[in-house]
């Protein structure tokens, strides 16, 4: 779509003050902001001539001008400037999350309270998957007497652990056993290799140690299975209440969609990498047809593991919020690929 000099910065400054103040933007108020050399009806113009295009709608017949979900996108696509991210707001951000970033979960759910708290709008963060993964190490961590627990480490970014009991005192020396046995079986296995039928023949393998290692084998499988799901934190619900955007039928959308986390995952698990914004129609939800859906992905060791995302109303500072979205999507990257030592 071609633009003149001057309808572009007409629809960049109809985005920018519709965005600063939740109000429709005249003509009179454009030609304060822009210091055209032109008559406000030369402005009301080439408004007019927006709506026209479809990148303008007009709420009532004798307010201004709001952006409507194509203006939004051509202003992002093509106007919007880029905002660097100061180093005060770097160093807020890390001192947020880097208390969490010895523990994946953790982390993950700590970003999205950022981005929450941030934003004051919905945030969410998905957990790596382990699914197309390999087991890069099995830990093992005596908890009592007669109990250990096996932390699973995986390729992906993943870390999981369970608890397992024996019906006999563990020593120092049989945790060594159980530990070489474990990682001499699994390292390098794909996750999703590891199912019952698996486990099976491994225990086959292990001749009369299978028995005494019975509990210890259950453990690992079901955090092998517990690897291959992403989890999904969820914060700020609340926030969506006081934006006058929404009335009552769309917050109840939207936060009925919310409450349905495999959907959620499946819908930024389509995101390529990198950061996307989805305004309004473009999600394909029909619950979030008047939001914009923020999406950033992150890696672990350079392959693709999860994401996090904002859901709130169109008429949000995208500029603002994409540099955010970008560096803490890859601090929680970079965090990851250091906790699993995958550089």
């Given at each position: ?19 600063a ?7 009179k108020s454009?030609?304060?902001t822009?210091?055209f050399?032109?008559s406000s ?22 307010a ?22 100061s ?5 807020y ?69 369970r608890v397992f ?8 020396e ?10 001499d079986?699994?390292?390098?296995v794909?996750?999703?290799s ?28 079901e955090?092998?299975?517990?690897s291959m ?27 009925d ?8 995952c499946r ?5 390529n990498?990198?950061?996307?914004v ?13 939001s ?13 593991a999860?994401a ?13 919020i ?10 929680v990257?970079?965090?990851l ?7």
């Open positions: 779509m071609e633009l003149s000099e001057r309808k572009r910065r007409i629809l960049a400054a109809v985005v920018e003050l519709y965005v103040t939740g109000e429709p933007v005249g003509s454009l030609c304060d822009l210091g050399n032109v009806a030369t402005v009301r113009n080439e408004m007019s001539e927006l709506s026209r295009m479809g990148l303008l709608e007009q709420p009532h017949t004798s201004g001008r709001i952006p409507s979900q194509k203006g939004y996108r051509v202003y992002i696509d093509t106007l919007m400037k880029p905002r660097p991210i180093r005060e707001e770097k160093q951000l890390d001192s947020m999350i880097l208390p969490s970033a010895y523990d994946p979960e953790k982390l993950l759910d700590g970003v999205a309270k950022v981005l929450a708290s941030m934003t004051k709008y919905a945030a969410v963060s998905t957990t790596p998957s382990g699914e197309s993964g390999v087991i890069r190490a099995v830990q093992l961590v005596q908890t009592s007497r007669r109990t250990a627990m096996v932390i699973l480490m995986t390729s992906a970014g993943t870390m999981k652990s009991h024996c019906d006999f005192d563990l020593t120092p049989i945790l060594r056993v159980f530990f070489r046995l474990l990682n079986k699994l390292a390098g794909p996750v999703a590891v199912t019952p039928a698996y486990m099976q023949t491994l225990a086959a393998s292990l001749g009369d140690m299978a028995m005494m290692m019975s509990s210890a084998l259950i453990a690992v499988a955090t092998a299975q517990e799901r992403s989890d999904v934190c969820l914060n700020g619900e609340v926030n969506l209440l006081f934006y006058p955007d929404f009335g009552q039928n769309e917050i109840r959308r939207i936060v969609f919310l409450s349905r986390p495999a959907e959620l819908l930024l698990a389509e995101r990498r990198g950061l996307q989805l305004i309004g129609r473009e999600s394909r939800r029909p619950e979030l047809e008047d914009s859906l923020v999406v950033s992905r992150y890696e672990v060791g350079g392959h693709d999860g996090i995302a904002i859901i709130g109303p169109t008429r949000m500072n995208y500029g603002k994409i540099s955010n979205m970008e560096y803490l999507s890859d601090s990257g970079r965090m690929t250091e906790l699993m030592d995958l550089d």
